[in-house]
Nanobody
């Protein structure tokens, strides 16, 4: 059974930092090849892409709203894939429920949201001014 579990959410002051982690377990399709993305959603709005990273980290992408402030990285050394999202210079607009998701296979482009097959339950990030 494939599981994605987010951690590291919480509260921060504007200008502060948080580090989110996504632990992936149970995924063995495509010899484990996958692309991991982070998304966020606020109540009443659609879930939007934040950042993503390919299996070996050669391909990364960021939404314009987080470029230069957020950094995505991954650690494939463990049996469980571990992906981090370092969030710096936070502002109240970053307040949202953050999800990680997995798109199976090898990717030479960033997957569309519809191509992510597995999703975590989300972790809340709240930034106060």
């Amino acid at each position: 059974q494939v599981r994605l579990v987010e951690s590291g959410g919480g509260s921060a002051q504007a200008g502060g930092s948080l580090r989110l982690s996504c632990t992936v377990s149970g995924y063995t399709d495509n010899a484990g090849a996958n692309y991991i993305g982070w998304f966020r959603q606020i109540p009443g709005s659609e879930r939007v892409y934040v950042a993503g990273i390919s299996m070996r980290g050669m391909l990364t992408g960021y939404a314009d709203s987080v470029k230069g402030r957020f950094t995505i990285s991954r650690d494939n050394d463990n049996l469980d894939n571990l992906v981090h999202l370092q969030m710096n210079s936070l502002n109240p607009d970053d307040t949202a429920l953050y999800y990680c998701a997995l798109a199976p296979g090898h990717w030479s482009r960033h997957p569309f949201q519809s191509e992510y097959k597995y999703w975590g339950q989300g972790t809340q990030v709240t930034v106060s001014s």
